[in-house]
């Protein structure tokens, strides 16, 4: 099983526009709705490709009864802290003419402090049958930074592997607990460094910065370009298959969850990143996050331009 832990789940909605005109009356050519947040794309993908994934977080009012009822669709197995707070809703808008996408994010509210106690009450209950862990996504505001350094440390000594996709306070607190993996995107890494990270050069300086201070692996993802990757010996980057993208949000999240299926199977960092860069590509061609086939994943992992490089 491979438990999959965020605080920031939403309800997605998405609207397809045939020409958006600001100031103007629009009217959506389609509209579909499903659910999302980092967390929550990372189990759909996980249990599209063959995984075990077990999604645990909070949720609240009819939104959060909507992602449970999506996810039991999908067959994931689910613990939820239920909230007060009403889980939040995005709104993804693709303009079709301009060939844009644009995300609307509506910001989680707080929770209590008893919450955060159910959640780590949770946690302890499903960790010792986790193969891996998974924590992805901004914490709750007013939660606690060091969320995921406790769920780290408390996962580490099961020795399965750790994965946290976070950026800032709480992904530097859950460096000092040595993660697996640490998978941030190049703008939370500049923003966890405190630094433009504007080349190539930047960025490997910036992945040794982040396994000296305790991350065993680190991947950053930027979007249409190359990712690069560090396993403490070997840096990697990995070119995305060429695809026509329809929506490429959650293709993060998708990325995140072939890498750990990958890492799971024996495979090094970049034969997984191999199959990150193919699960990320294949959320792209759907307009729904963390939808994908198998077939088209290993369809497009067969065209990811892996390579080793120097740092």
């Known amino acids: 099983m491979i438990l999959c832990l965020g605080t920031t789940p939403a309800v997605q909605r998405v609207m397809v526009f045939d020409r958006l005109e600001v100031n103007e009356v629009n009217r959506a050519a389609r509209t579909l709705d499903g659910v999302a947040g980092k967390s929550i794309n990372v189990a759909k993908v996980l249990r599209a490709l063959g995984g075990r994934p077990f999604a645990t977080g909070f949720l609240g009012g009819d939104r959060g009864a909507f992602v449970r009822a999506v996810l039991d669709e999908h067959a994931i197995p689910h613990e939820f802290v239920d909230v007060p707070a009403r889980t939040r809703q995005c709104v993804t808008v693709i303009d079709r003419a301009q060939r844009t996408v644009t995300e609307l994010v509506e910001e989680s509210l707080p929770v209590d402090a008893s919450a955060f106690a159910a ?27 060091t969320l995921y350094a406790d769920c780290v440390r408390k996962a580490q000594a099961h020795s399965g592997l750790t994965v946290v996709d976070a950026k800032g306070p709480p992904l530097l607190a859950a460096l000092g607990e040595k993660p697996g993996l640490v998978k941030p995107n190049r703008s939370e890494l500049a923003a966890t460094v405190g630094r433009s990270l504007d080349d190539e050069t930047a960025i490997i300086q910036a992945l040794r910065e982040l396994h000296e201070r305790g991350a065993q692996r680190i991947v950053v993802t930027a979007g249409k370009d190359p990712s690069l990757a560090f396993d403490g010996t070997r840096f990697w980057r990995v070119g995305n298959p060429p695809i026509d993208a329809v929506n490429p949000i959650g293709s993060g999240d998708s990325f995140t969850a072939g890498v750990v299926l990958g890492l799971l199977a024996g495979d090094d960092l970049g034969e997984a990143c ?25 369809r497009l992992a067969a065209r990811v331009n892996l390579a080793v490089v120097g740092g």
């Open 119 to 145: 959640l780590a009450a949770i946690f302890d209950r499903q960790r010792p049958r986790a193969r891996a862990v998974v924590l992805s996504g901004t914490i709750t505001p007013g939660g606690p930074e």
């Open 274 to 298: 191999r199959r990150g860069a193919a699960a990320g590509a294949a959320n792209a061609l759907n307009l729904l996050a963390g939808e994908v086939g198998p077939g088209e994943v290993e």
